[in-house]
């Protein structure tokens, strides 16, 4: 018999394997572009629009409510390794349709996994929880990402493709044996205009309360801010400082361990000092990470130290961000984070298209000015939350 400890390390060993997935193909944008003949445009675009498949978890956030949490996170984890096969296709075309896969199973994983730790641990001491399940996204970095450099220059720009197929059906498999599957409830009943959830007036549409918006709010803006620099940053030091394949792994794997210190400080201290004034300061940590970012000029160490700055605010803010979502409604749980994922889906992909596009038009400055605009709204966002 598991216990809960050990569910929860299958399923974010699970989810680092996804979020390596997703996140080496930022900072190894260069690499791609050489590999399938086209520039950063055409691919962040692709990237963009593939966030799209965020959409359906306003559908499947209905079928987590019901107790299939578990199905629907192995059906993410599955889609993670089919992606990668996919892309072995070697094109521009066989990439978008990869894409596309791997961003349905990464946030749908992602939101089935949120909605099992929502439904086993109390608000009081779900940021630990929380904390350590999204620790998966800065391991992306600091583990996945050396080995992804490495797959690189041993085996070219298939290497890490069939690595993560390999490696997302083992973590599949370890949840199918390690997590039991929950127990199926019915549907919750739909709320009608006038009714109240949780002792709150609930929107007609969306069964949701209305104060239920600003905290889904921030949560899905600070992953735009985040989103709008991070992709675009292995090209920018690539292009204005020269870094090379091995010298980006290098920065990468720097960068997920200041994640991780940011990731295990929100399981560590968010629940004492307050979710709502955690994310907050994080958003703050953010903004200065920028400003120090835009002041590099020719040095690279100054660029260096400003994005890992601004990246370690990010996460510390967005990880703490999600325990605020979990509790937005309290009586549908998994819709509301269904919901929540999907908002961040229409503002993440706006981020990367926008900072693509200004990064090909008039810099890294321009992609730097979007992140700062995104992220002050973020922060009245969570001046605005009153969860928990």
């Given at each position: ?6 569910e929860l ?19 190894f ?16 675009t ?18 987590l ?10 059906a ?26 791997l ?10 996994g ?41 085996f070219g720009?298939?290497g ?29 009943l ?19 309360p ?11 803006l ?9 992709v ?21 794997t ?33 903004a ?21 700055v ?5 996460e ?24 929540g ?7 993440r ?16 400055g ?19 939350s009153?969860?928990?």
């Amino acid at each position: 018999m598991n216990g809960p400890r050990t569910e929860l390390l299958a399923l974010t060993t699970a989810k680092t394997v996804a979020n390596t997935a997703l996140r080496w193909i930022g900072p190894f944008l260069p690499t791609l572009e050489r590999a399938f003949g086209t520039n950063v445009g055409t691919l962040t675009t692709i990237l963009a629009v593939s966030e799209m498949g965020g959409l359906s978890t306003l559908v499947t956030g209905r079928v987590l409510d019901r107790g299939h949490r578990r199905r629907i996170f192995l059906a993410g984890s599955a889609a993670v390794a089919v992606s990668s096969v996919i892309a072995l296709g070697g094109s521009v075309r066989w990439f978008a349709l990869a894409t596309v896969v791997l961003l349905l199973g990464v946030t749908n994983l992602t939101v089935a996994g949120l909605a099992w730790v929502s439904a086993r641990v109390p608000y009081e001491g779900r940021g630990r929880a929380i904390g350590i399940f999204e620790l998966s996204w800065a391991l992306a970095l600091c583990i996945g990402g050396p080995i992804i450099a490495v797959l690189i220059d041993s085996f070219g720009w298939r290497g890490p493709f069939v690595g993560l197929a390999v490696a997302a059906t083992a973590t599949t498999i370890g949840v199918l044996v390690l997590v039991p599957a929950d127990e199926v409830t019915p549907p919750p009943l739909r709320p009608t205009g006038g009714v109240r959830v949780s002792g709150r007036t609930a929107d007609r549409r969306s069964g949701l309360p209305r104060s239920a918006w600003p905290p889904l709010l921030a949560s899905a803006l600070t992953a735009a801010a985040g989103l709008a620099v991070f992709v675009i940053s292995g090209a920018w030091l690539s292009d204005q400082f020269g870094v090379s394949t091995a010298g980006l792994g290098l920065v990468v794997t720097g960068f997920g361990l200041l994640e991780l210190v940011a990731s295990g400080s929100s399981a560590a201290f968010s629940d004492r000092l307050g979710k709502r004034r955690s994310v907050a300061g994080g958003i703050v940590v953010l903004a200065v990470g920028l400003v120090v970012t835009a002041s590099a000029g020719t040095s690279l160490l100054v660029a260096v130290i400003g994005l890992t700055v601004f990246l370690t605010g990010f996460e510390f803010a967005f990880v703490t961000s999600l325990s605020l979502v979990s509790e937005a409604a309290p009586a549908a749980r998994g819709r509301a984070l269904g919901v929540g994922n999907s908002i961040g889906t229409i503002t993440r992909a706006g981020g990367v298209f926008l900072s693509g596009q200004l990064y090909e038009s008039v810099g890294f400055g321009g992609s730097l000015a979007l992140s700062a605009v995104v992220a002050v709204v973020a922060f009245a966002m969570v001046l605005l939350s009153r969860t928990g």
